[in-house]
């Protein structure tokens, strides 16, 4: 009786994480893909040390 149950525990859980897997693929966006459908470079300056000197 108690193999059976676990059998059942371990099928419901595989179930469940596919489902899961599924769904989080259906939603996230691969940042390969953002990068291919950007026309330009992603970039930031920093401004720290651009003042004048005197």
């Known amino acids: 009786m108690f193999p ?3 059998k059942v525990v ?7 994480a596919y489902r899961d897997f599924g769904r989080k693929q ?4 691969s940042f390969d893909y953002l990068m291919s ?3 330009f470079k992603p970039f930031t300056t ?3 040390f651009n003042r004048a000197i005197n």
């Open 4 to 6: 059976a149950f676990c």
């Open 46 to 48: 920093d401004n720290y």
């Open 10 to 16: 371990l099928c419901k859980a595989a179930f469940s």
């Open 37 to 39: 459908e950007t026309p």
């Open 26 to 29: 259906k939603q996230e966006v």
